[in-house]
C-alpha cells in the first residue's frame, strides 16, 4: 500500500533556530516528491518539487532533501520565523496528479 | 485577488440536503481537483478534471459528482449528505504545460462543511 508518512506529529521551537522535518514514503512507482506549507485555515502552498535525480531543493530558507534509495526526504528550516508556523505536508507522485499520496503533515510552531 | 476562490468558506447543513461547493479560477490553467481533508489524514482525491469535457473519479467519489462549467470553474456537490462527509474541502489548479506532472498545484483556502 502507497504510504507517507511523517515525523514529527508536532514541533516547537524557538525564533531563530533551524528544524528537520522527516517524511518516510513507501510508494512505487515514484515520480516526484513535494513539500507543501499550509497555514491555519488556509490552503497548501507549494515549497519544492523535486524528481528522482533532485536530491536537493532549496526555495529561500526551506531545504529539501532526498534520498531515492532509502525512500526519505527532509525539509530543513533555517533561521525559523514567526510566519513559518503552520502545517508542512509531504506528497509523493505516483506518476500523475491522480496518483499523489499525502502525509497528515507535521505542524510547526515557532514560539517568540 | 485570490487565484483560486472557493465558495462558501463556511457552510452548516444537516443530512439529507443537497449541497454545492464552487470553485473558479483566474489563473488560466485546464486542470482542476477536488480534495478533502479530515483531521488525522492527508488529502485524499474526490474528483479530478483535465479539460472541459473530462471527468475522472478520484479515489473517494462515491456520494459527490462535479460538474465542470468552464475552464475556469469547478463545482463539487453532495447529492444527499451524510455527517461523515464533514470535513475541509479544497479546490486546486495545475497547468499541463511541459511536463504537466511536475508543475505544482495550487489551492483555494478550502470551505469547511459540517452536516449535522
Known amino acids: 500500500k502507497n504510504q507517507v508518512e511523517q515525523s514529527p506529529q508536532s514541533l516547537i521551537i524557538l525564533e531563530g533556530k533551524n528544524c528537520t522535518l522527516q517524511?518516510?514514503?513507501?510508494?512505487?512507482?515514484?515520480?516526484?516528491l513535494r513539500w507543501y506549507k499550509q497555514d491555519t485555515g488556509r490552503g497548501p502552498v507549494s515549497l519544492t518539487i523535486?524528481?528522482?535525480?533532485?536530491n536537493t531543493k532549496s526555495n529561500g530558507r526551506y531545504t529539501a532533501t532526498l534520498d531515492a534509495d532509502t525512500k526519505q526526504s527532509s525539509l530543513h528550516i533555517t533561521a525559523s520565523q514567526l510566519s513559518d508556523s503552520a502545517s508542512y505536508i509531504c506528497?509523493?507522485?505516483?506518476?500523475?496528479?491522480?496518483?499523489?499520496?499525502f502525509g497528515t503533515g507535521t505542524r510547526l510552531l515557532v514560539s517568540p | 485577488d485570490a487565484d483560486v476562490t472557493q465558495t462558501p468558506r463556511n457552510r452548516i447543513t444537516k443530512t439529507g440536503k443537497r449541497i454545492m461547493l464552487e470553485c473558479s479560477q483566474t489563473?488560466?490553467?485546464?486542470?482542476m481537483y477536488w480534495y478533502r481533508q479530515d483531521p488525522g489524514l492527508g488529502l485524499r482525491l474526490i474528483y479530478y478534471?483535465?479539460?472541459?469535457?473530462?471527468?475522472n473519479k478520484g479515489e473517494i467519489s462515491d456520494g459527490y459528482s462535479v460538474s465542470r462549467q468552464a475552464q475556469a470553474k469547478f463545482s463539487l456537490s453532495l447529492e444527499s449528505a451524510i455527517p461523515n462527509q464533514t470535513a475541509l474541502y479544497f479546490c486546486?489548479?495545475?497547468?499541463?504545460?511541459?511536463?504537466?506532472?511536475?508543475?505544482?498545484?495550487?489551492f483555494g483556502d478550502g470551505t469547511r462543511l459540517s452536516i449535522l
Open positions: 486546486a489548479t495545475s497547468d499541463a504545460a511541459g511536463q504537466g506532472h511536475y508543475q505544482p498545484q495550487h
Open positions: 517524511c518516510n514514503y513507501t510508494v512505487s512507482p515514484f515520480s516526484n
Open positions: 523535486m524528481t528522482f535525480s533532485e
Open positions: 506528497v509523493v507522485s505516483a506518476g500523475g496528479f491522480q496518483k499523489l499520496v
Open positions: 489563473k488560466g490553467h485546464d486542470r
Open positions: 478534471s483535465f479539460d472541459v469535457k473530462d471527468i
